[in-house]
């Protein structure tokens, strides 16, 4: 057992609270990545872009990185006993974006708008269902896949800094059946034999050459788009389903 490399600062190297953004990013006047209530998240933008946002704020801001978007699936896969995020976040083809804060007045920690596909859980809302998100500080050209655990250091289509975690990623399409667990990283290890309604219910996709990551669901996701979802693109890839976090 260890640490998560979430929860090391990597100036002291102390033991630190991890932050999460409660809504998807927004970009304020002054180019600053925010996490505020009754905006619209920003989208259309490339990683890169949404990381010098982040920067922008100061020492300490990055955004979502692979470490912490895997402890935050795991609380969820725990709190609600199942790994097919389908089973307690249904899906929904709602036919707008909405602005963030729409879980604001729920006075739930836990909830869900079956009308919308909104939810919120211990205070972060839309970890699904409004855009999906880019997640830094991971490259991957398969069989092999890289981390950043400096968030400092987290770059594009470059392994410098980076440590390789895992040769074993797979080289072809599908649905997840189960996931590995190396160097302190998850990654889903077998892709054939599953669907939208059985193991973790969503998809893995991959490509050929270097790629970067983007996980969750959008709001009119299927059911192969979910908390498990390991999607792949090109670094310059932007589209209005796909923002970020903080």
């Known amino acids: 057992y260890g640490i998560s490399p979430a929860f090391i ?7 630190k609270p991890l932050w999460f953004g409660k809504y998807m990013a927004g970009v304020d006047d002054s180019n600053r990545m925010t996490s505020k209530s009754g905006v619209m998240a920003t989208a259309e933008q490339t990683l890169g872009w949404f ?3 982040a920067i922008n704020n100061g020492l300490g801001y990055y955004q979502n990185s692979l470490y912490t978007w895997q402890i935050v699936q795991m609380l969820v896969w725990t709190y609600f006993g199942s790994i097919n995020s ?8 709602y036919g707008s974006y909405l602005n963030n804060g729409q879980m604001d007045n ?3 920690k836990v909830a869900y708008n079956s009308t919308t596909g909104k939810n919120t859980f211990f205070g972060i809302e839309n970890i699904l269902k409004e855009k999906r998100h880019f997640i830094d500080g991971v490259l991957l050209n ?13 770059a594009t289509d470059t392994t410098t800094n980076y440590d390789l975690v895992s040769t074993s990623l797979p080289t072809s399409s599908g649905f997840i059946v189960s996931m590995a667990f190396e160097n302190g990283v998850m990654y889903p290890k077998v892709v054939a034999g599953g669907s939208d309604g ?3 219910a969503d998809q893995y996709y991959q490509s050929t050459g270097n790629k970067i990551l983007y996980g969750g669901s959008y709001r009119a996701s299927y059911a192969n788009n979910g908390l498990s979802r390991w999607g792949s693109y090109d670094s310059s ?7 970020s976090r903080l």
């Open 9 to 15: 600062d990597v100036v002291s190297g102390e033991v």
């Open 51 to 53: 990381r010098q946002r």
């Open 86 to 93: 389908d089973d307690f976040f249904p899906d929904i083809n």
């Open 106 to 108: 729920v006075p739930y």
């Open 142 to 154: 398969r069989p092999n896949m890289y981390v950043a655990k400096d968030f400092r250091k987290f």
């Open 198 to 200: 059985t193991y973790f």
């Open 237 to 243: 890839s932007s589209f209005a389903s796909l923002g």
